[in-house]
Nanobody
Framework: QVHLVESGGGSVQAGGSLRLSCAAS????????MAWFRQPPGKAREAVAW???????TYAESVKGRFTISKNNARNTLYLQMNNVKPEDAAVYYC????????????WGQGTQVTVAS
């Protein structure tokens, strides 16, 4: 059974930093495509950052240069380092995993809330 458990959310001042974690079980981050998504209040869920099994990363334009996705395969954990946080980054952040690049994401965490104080 697959479990993705996010942590690290909370309140951060605009311009500040926050690091989100996603602990995976039932899958291995070394073999799965992993990603961070977010859903701002009243808006649709959007992809934020992706990392493939070898570790190549891709970012949404809105976070490029500010957010960093990474993983620790030994700990089976995905991270999202958020720097220079902006008010529009406030959202529920979810991690997701899939085995094949062409698939939809079948595995999701429960989400962690990020609020930004301006």
């Amino acid at each position: 059974q697959v479990h993705l458990v996010e942590s690290g959310g909370g309140s951060v001042q605009a311009g500040g930093s926050l690091r989100l974690s996603c602990a995976a079980s039932g899958i291995t981050t070394i073999t799965y495509h992993m990603a961070w998504f977010r859903q701002p209040p009243g808006k649709a869920r959007e992809a934020v950052a992706w990392i493939d099994p070898p570790g190549s990363t891709t970012y949404a334009e809105s976070v490029k240069g500010r957010f960093t996705i990474s993983k620790n395969n030994a700990r089976n954990t995905l991270y999202l380092q958020m720097n220079n946080v902006k008010p529009e980054d406030a959202a529920v952040y979810y991690c997701a995993a899939k085995y094949r690049v062409r698939d939809e994401y079948p595995y999701w965490g429960q989400g962690t809330q990020v609020t930004v104080a301006s």
